[in-house]
């Protein structure tokens, strides 16, 4: 199986780059993100949780999030691989995401870091605020996901340069050049 996991802060174009993935590599898409957003829209016990975090910018608990990707892999279970976008976002997530794969006699392949200066993710955000009307792409909970970024994800970073899977991809260009650059590395993988 190939599993991806795109990385990077809010608005550095992982679902954007992940669209791309799926057409070329026939990968299953999991963003953590939408299928919150899909539970809010049903008013699941999930969603009403969810709702409240959020709004503010902040992300749910490990533990909720571990079982609701878990859930979401078992219903997938002939899929050629992953792109996990969105999931991990801390560190017990990543280390979590690693046993539920081994679990399923595989791993994470590889990690893609989109990397954009601060400036160019917010006026991105601003703008996909206006177009998609997201709840939480106002200026106040964009700086909020932005403080919860450096200080529990970016960490990953580290993590998964640990484990020899780290790639920092040039977030800024056209669509176009950025899955160039992935592309690349995606055409290197070992499946596992
Ligand atoms: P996203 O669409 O990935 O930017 O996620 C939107 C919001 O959903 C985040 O700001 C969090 O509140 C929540 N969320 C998504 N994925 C996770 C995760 N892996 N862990 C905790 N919260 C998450």
């Excluded at 993710?121 to 403080?147: A, H, Q, V, Y």
């Excluded at 580290?158 to 650059?181: C, L, P």
């Amino acid at each position: 199986m190939l599993n991806v996991v795109i990385f990077g802060a809010p608005g550095s174009g992982k679902g954007t780059q992940s669209g791309l993935i799926i057409k070329e590599f026939w990968l299953d898409h999991i963003s953590t993100g939408d299928v919150l957003r899909s539970e809010i829209k049903n008013k699941t016990k999930l969603g009403l949780i969810a709702v409240g975090y959020i709004d503010k910018g902040l992300l749910l608990p490990d533990d909720l999030i571990i079982d609701m990707l878990s859930n979401v892999l078992d219903g997938k279970k002939d899929s050629a691989g992953f792109i996990f976008d969105g999931f991990p976002r801390t560190i017990p997530q990543a280390v979590a995401l690693k046993r539920i794969l081994n679990e399923r006699s595989t791993d994470v392949t590889t990690m893609l870091d989109l990397k954009v200066e601060e400036d160019e993710l917010i006026s991105r955000m601003i703008e996909r605020g206006e177009r998609l009307g997201r709840s939480d792409d106002n200026l106040e909970t964009i700086k909020s996901r932005l403080d919860v970024y450096h200080s529990q994800t970016a960490p990953l970073a580290e993590y998964y340069k640990e484990e020899n899977k780290y790639h920092a991809i040039k977030g800024e260009g056209t669509i176009g050049d950025i899955f160039e650059q992935i592309r690349k590395i995606l055409n290197t993988c070992q499946i596992s």
